[in-house]
């Protein structure tokens, strides 16, 4: 039977119009579970809906909390929310919502029952739903394979169709999850109140958890489809454990958890590798090491021997959890695969799978262990080249700004209002004036019109698209024809990128925009502005 928006619906209670902002922040400390709460009139029919960190945003404002607590949350409430009725399948809402109001999902959506509320949805458990819809999708697909000989060509109808969904639903999931993010980012720089740190982080690690769920189901899909890449740059085997703590070591402490790092072998030892999938891998490993541990700690370490030119390195994350039962060693690194504690504790049952897949790229193996105690070890071996050590760059002093040395204006393009005012604000705390339109066609006008010194150019928008812009940018001659374009997209694909570049952009930052690779990029190509000459694309 498929899967109705009513086996999906969360029965959270509704409140009234008229109900104080004060209420429901109160409402939503007490019940942290909650993303998003329906407004309901006398006869239960919605008439909106309050999204979490929508609300925390607003409240978390320049007198925030003095305008809108004792006011009524009619004032803060989203009026036209996605409303839809229960009976209808996931499949076909996903289809008509990407279609119609793709931006809307990250927000939630109210589920009705005869036009009146029965319960609210989330764009999480959507993702969910249809990662197992996929599931048994590909269950069905084996065994008509096993009956008529038809599998590869089915498989392949499976896994195409599979990809296209989840690149649009990563696309337009990450573009309002870049207002989402960018803006908590912003609040965390400029609170003046500290009391309201913790509600900005939480923000961000939500909107982080969900970034990394996309990440891995997009990555499962590139993997599946054998368009997984590896960017191979020397590194330094150390730092990269050591920017590996940094992340995990607060988090671990704020559980009252013990994690404890090692490493073996040479202090200056690099290798040649993708440093960025070796700390996917281990993040994913620390991360579900964590979830499952109540009592004791998690130690992780990585252990590097030289064989001639190749390095065997042998990462190890052992923790002190519920463990992984014996029967489901086999099985627990493929997609979906969850023991019964992953289904308490929740996750789509992704990361591993992506552990193995990136692994295996690599050419290295990985295996899951039961410890003699509690808990379990993961264990991955990968071989590495050898490379002569590097001094990495210094990094520029925090009171730099890219105006340090010229007046710069930016010229900014993109149809979502949230992110011009994301990216004009970064710009403006970079040191540099901006000015921002709404399409492509107004970005080739302003554009011409001279006086810019960098552009940051949104891909899909009305009337013209990003690369089109850029090429009539580029064809067009004049002053503008030599000026830096960077490409600001939730296209996370790395071959998106490279046709991109192929169109005249010079460099791709993606969305959700974090604030120091924007100001990296920007600063590397305006140091190397004056020295290229203008181009043109044919």
């Given at each position: 039977?498929?899967?109705?928006?009513?086996?999906?619906?969360?029965?959270?209670?509704?409140?009234?119009?008229?109900?104080?902002?004060?209420?429901?922040?109160?409402?939503?400390?007490?019940?942290?579970?909650?993303?998003?709460?329906?407004?309901?009139?006398?006869?239960?029919?919605?008439?909106?809906?309050?999204?979490?960190?929508?609300?925390?945003?607003?409240?978390?404002?320049?007198?925030?909390?003095?305008?809108?607590?004792?006011?009524?949350?009619?004032?803060?409430?989203?009026?036209?929310?996605?409303?839809?009725?229960?009976?209808?399948?996931?499949?076909?809402?996903?289809?008509?919502?990407?279609a119609d109001r793709a931006s809307e999902l990250l927000q939630g959506f109210i589920v009705t029952n005869g036009g009146r509320y029965a319960?609210?949805?989330?764009?999480?458990?959507?993702?969910?739903?249809?990662?197992?819809?996929?599931?048994?999708?590909?269950?069905q697909m084996t065994q008509i394979a096993d009956t008529l000989g038809r599998a590869e060509a089915q498989a392949q109808a499976a896994l195409?169709?599979?990809?296209?969904?989840?690149?649009?639903?990563?696309?337009?999931?990450?573009?309002?999850?870049?207002?989402?993010?960018?803006?908590?980012?912003?609040?965390?720089?400029?609170?003046?109140?500290?009391?309201?740190?913790?509600?900005?982080?939480?923000?961000?690690?939500?909107?982080?958890?969900?970034?990394?769920?996309?990440?891995?189901?997009?990555?499962?899909?590139?993997?599946?489809?054998?368009?997984?890449?590896?960017?191979?740059?020397?590194?330094?085997?150390?730092?990269?454990?050591?920017?590996?703590?940094?992340?995990?070591?607060?988090?671990?402490?704020?559980?009252?958890?013990?994690?404890?790092?090692?490493?073996?072998?040479?202090?200056?030892?690099?290798?040649?590798?993708?440093?960025?999938?070796?700390?996917q891998i281990l993040n994913n490993l620390i991360s579900n090491a964590l979830k499952f541990t109540e009592r004791g700690g998690v130690e992780?370490?990585?252990?590097?021997?030289?064989?001639?030119?190749?390095?065997?390195?042998?990462?190890?994350?052992?923790?002190?959890?519920?463990?992984?039962?014996?029967?489901?060693?086999?099985?627990?690194?493929?997609?979906?695969?969850?023991?019964?504690?992953?289904?308490?504790?929740?996750?789509?049952?992704?990361?591993?799978?992506?552990?193995?897949?990136?692994?295996?790229?690599?050419?290295?193996?990985?295996?899951?262990?039961?410890?003699?105690?509690?808990?379990?070890?993961?264990?991955?071996?990968?071989?590495?080249?050898?490379?002569?050590?590097?001094?990495?760059?210094?990094?520029?002093?925090?009171?730099?700004?890219?105006?340090?040395?010229?007046?710069?204006?930016?010229?900014?393009?993109?149809?979502?209002?949230?992110?011009?005012?994301?990216?004009?604000?970064?710009?403006?705390?970079?040191?540099?004036?901006?000015?921002?339109?709404?399409?492509?066609?107004?970005?080739?006008?302003?554009?011409?019109?001279?006086?810019?010194?960098?552009?940051?150019?949104?891909?899909?928008?009305?009337?013209?698209?990003?690369?089109?812009?850029?090429?009539?940018?580029?064809?067009?001659?004049?002053?503008?024809?030599?000026?830096?374009?960077?490409?600001?997209?939730?296209?996370?694909?790395?071959?998106?990128?490279?046709?991109?570049?192929?169109?005249?952009?010079?460099?791709?930052?993606?969305?959700?925009?974090?604030?120091?690779?924007?100001?990296?990029?920007?600063?590397?190509?305006?140091?190397?502005?004056?020295?290229?000459?203008?181009?043109?694309?044919?």
């Amino acid at each position: 039977m498929l899967a109705t928006l009513f086996d999906l619906a969360d029965p959270v209670s509704p409140i009234r119009p008229d109900t104080q902002g004060e209420r429901v922040y109160e409402r939503f400390q007490a019940e942290p579970d909650i993303l998003a709460i329906a407004v309901v009139d006398e006869e239960g029919r919605p008439v909106g809906m309050v999204e979490r960190n929508a609300f925390f945003v607003a409240m978390a404002a320049h007198y925030g909390r003095a305008l809108y607590a004792l006011r009524p949350i009619s004032l803060l409430m989203s009026r036209s929310p996605l409303v839809v009725e229960g009976g209808v399948t996931v499949a076909d809402f996903c289809g008509q919502a990407l279609a119609d109001r793709a931006s809307e999902l990250l927000q939630g959506f109210i589920v009705t029952n005869g036009g009146r509320y029965a319960g609210v949805g989330s764009a999480l458990s959507l993702l969910q739903a249809t990662s197992e819809a996929n599931r048994r999708h590909a269950e069905q697909m084996t065994q008509i394979a096993d009956t008529l000989g038809r599998a590869e060509a089915q498989a392949q109808a499976a896994l195409s169709a599979k990809s296209q969904f989840l690149a649009v639903m990563s696309h337009e999931i990450r573009t309002p999850l870049n207002g989402v993010l960018a803006i908590a980012d912003i609040l965390e720089r400029k609170l003046a109140q500290p009391e309201l740190a913790p509600y900005i982080h939480t923000i961000q690690d939500s909107g982080q958890t969900l970034l990394r769920l996309l990440t891995d189901a997009l990555d499962l899909s590139r993997a599946e489809a054998g368009r997984l890449d590896l960017n191979e740059e020397p590194f330094h085997l150390a730092g990269l454990l050591d920017d590996v703590a940094s992340l995990w070591t607060a988090r671990a402490d704020a559980k009252g958890v013990g994690l404890a790092f090692s490493y073996e072998g040479l202090e200056g030892q690099w290798a040649l590798g993708d440093a960025v999938r070796i700390k996917q891998i281990l993040n994913n490993l620390i991360s579900n090491a964590l979830k499952f541990t109540e009592r004791g700690g998690v130690e992780v370490s990585l252990t590097c021997v030289r064989q001639d030119m190749l390095l065997d390195v042998e990462g190890q994350v052992r923790d002190t959890g519920s463990g992984v039962p014996a029967d489901r060693l086999a099985q627990i690194f493929q997609p979906f695969s969850q023991t019964e504690a992953g289904v308490r504790e929740g996750g789509a049952g992704l990361g591993l799978s992506i552990c193995q897949q990136l692994v295996e790229q690599m050419g290295g193996e990985i295996e899951a262990r039961r410890n003699a105690g509690p808990g379990s070890t993961f264990v991955f071996r990968i071989p590495l080249y050898d490379v002569p050590a590097s001094e990495p760059s210094p990094a520029p002093g925090p009171a730099e700004t890219v105006a340090d040395r010229q007046n710069i204006r930016v010229l900014i393009a993109d149809d979502n209002a949230t992110n011009r005012l994301v990216a004009c604000t970064l710009c403006e705390m970079f040191g540099a004036e901006a000015h921002a339109v709404e399409d492509g066609q107004a970005a080739v006008e302003a554009a011409a019109a001279g006086g810019f010194d960098l552009i940051l150019m949104d891909i899909k928008m009305p009337r013209l698209d990003g690369v089109a812009a850029t090429r009539h940018i580029r064809t067009e001659g004049g002053p503008a024809a030599g000026v830096p374009i960077i490409a600001l997209t939730a296209n996370a694909d790395p071959w998106d990128a490279a046709a991109y570049m192929a169109q005249g952009m010079d460099a791709v930052v993606e969305k959700p925009i974090k604030a120091e690779r924007l100001y990296e990029t920007m600063r590397r190509l305006l140091d190397a502005a004056a020295e290229e000459p203008v181009r043109s694309v044919a």
